[in-house]
């Protein structure tokens, strides 16, 4: 059979279709334009249709290709993990600009994949980051990044802020888990897949996010910041929980579409 053809046998997106027999081929989308007629060998022929057939069951396409592109990054991912969004950048973004403005040691919290730590830490070699999960598996998967990419960051195995050392960060950044647990959306599209932990952040979705902020004035400098990714319709309650705590200088920015979806603030005291 040629790759045009398994390409029409299968009932998936057909961008996703021809990212898996891309990589079952170990060749880049291009080359299936340009020899779709060629045929394709039966073992890679059924690897492609077994996955086809997995990513038509709801399984992420980030885990069947074993990858996801983020910010300059190829990250690993696994079912340990969540798979990180292109919204995330925005996190990035914001963290580097508190780079640029003297925060040198930063602190990443339920870093997953590793995906903003190695973000920050790919364009802002001289910064101290540490990246922390409360997951061994998960941070496998960071750590195996780390090496894989060649970047240096110290992995530390805690329930957020609990083994972590106080009082010395200038900066704070965390997309942590932030959906309610009766949310319809969890039963949607690839999050069945993904790990709870990393996607339900207590019975209205703010707790997590409510322990960060709580906890987070014990850890960092005096200036320091806090920066939260969180849900598009709750902007207005991290910012209150941050004001309530006593931070400065709480705003909110926008994602890719134009939803609400961080939020951070200043410590001062």
Same mark, same amino acid.
């Given at each position: 059979?040629?790759?045009?053809?398994?390409?029409?046998?299968? #009932?998936?997106?057909?961008?996703?279709?021809?990212?898996?027999?891309?990589? *079952?081929?170990?060749? /880049?989308?291009?080359?299936? !334009?340009?020899?779709?007629?060629?045929?394709?060998? /039966?073992?890679? %022929?059924?690897? !492609? $249709?077994?996955?086809?057939?997995?990513? *038509?069951?709801?399984?992420?396409?980030?885990?069947?290709?074993?990858?996801?592109?983020?910010?300059?990054?190829?990250?690993?991912?696994?079912?340990?993990?969540?798979?990180?969004?292109?919204?995330?950048?925005?996190?990035?973004?914001?963290?580097?600009?508190?780079?640029?403005?003297?925060?040198?040691?930063?602190?990443?919290?339920?870093?997953?994949?590793?995906?903003?730590?190695?973000?920050?830490?790919?364009?802002?070699?001289?910064?101290? $980051?540490?990246?922390?999960?409360?997951?061994?598996?998960?941070?496998?998967?960071?750590?195996?990044?780390?090496?894989?990419?060649?970047?240096?960051?110290?992995?530390?195995?805690?329930?957020? !802020?609990?083994?972590?050392?106080?009082?010395?960060?200038?900066?704070?950044?965390?997309?942590?888990?932030?959906?309610? %647990?009766?949310? #319809?959306?969890? =039963?949607?599209?690839?999050?069945?897949?993904?790990?709870?932990?990393?996607?339900?952040?207590?019975?209205?979705?703010?707790?997590?996010?409510?322990?960060?902020?709580?906890?987070?004035? /014990? !850890?960092?400098?005096?200036?320091?910041?806090?920066?939260?990714?969180?849900?598009?319709?709750? *902007?207005? %309650?991290?910012?209150?929980?941050?004001?309530?705590?006593?931070?400065?200088?709480?705003?909110?920015?926008?994602?890719? =579409?134009?939803? %609400?979806? $961080?939020?951070?603030?200043?410590?001062?005291?």
């Amino acid at each position: 059979m040629t790759a045009r053809e398994l390409l029409q046998q299968v #009932a998936i997106d057909r961008g996703d279709a021809e990212g898996l027999l891309a990589n *079952a081929l170990r060749v /880049d989308r291009a080359w299936l !334009f340009a020899h779709g007629d060629e045929p394709v060998d /039966d073992t890679c %022929a059924e690897h !492609f $249709m077994a996955q086809a057939r997995a990513r *038509a069951g709801g399984e992420p396409l980030a885990y069947l290709l074993g990858y996801r592109d983020f910010w300059n990054l190829r990250l690993s991912v696994n079912r340990d993990v969540l798979v990180p969004r292109r919204e995330t950048e925005h996190l990035v973004e914001w963290a580097i600009e508190r780079i640029d403005a003297g925060a040198r040691r930063v602190l990443d919290l339920g870093t997953g994949s590793g995906a903003i730590a190695l973000a920050c830490k790919s364009e802002r070699p001289e910064v101290e $980051m540490c990246a922390v999960d409360s997951g061994q598996n998960a941070l496998s998967c960071a750590r195996a990044n780390g090496e894989s990419l060649g970047l240096e960051v110290d992995w530390l195995c805690s329930d957020w !802020f609990d083994k972590v050392p106080p009082s010395c960060w200038d900066l704070v950044v965390s997309n942590p888990p932030y959906i309610a %647990a009766n949310d #319809a959306h969890l =039963s949607q599209g690839d999050l069945p897949a993904e790990p709870a932990l990393a996607l339900i952040g207590g019975h209205t979705g703010l707790e997590s996010i409510d322990h960060i902020v709580g906890r987070a004035p /014990d !850890f960092l400098r005096p200036g320091g910041w806090l920066l939260l990714e969180h849900g598009f319709d709750q *902007a207005e %309650a991290v910012a209150a929980l941050l004001r309530a705590r006593g931070f400065s200088t709480v705003s909110t920015r926008r994602d890719w =579409s134009g939803q %609400a979806r $961080m939020t951070g603030g200043q410590w001062l005291s």
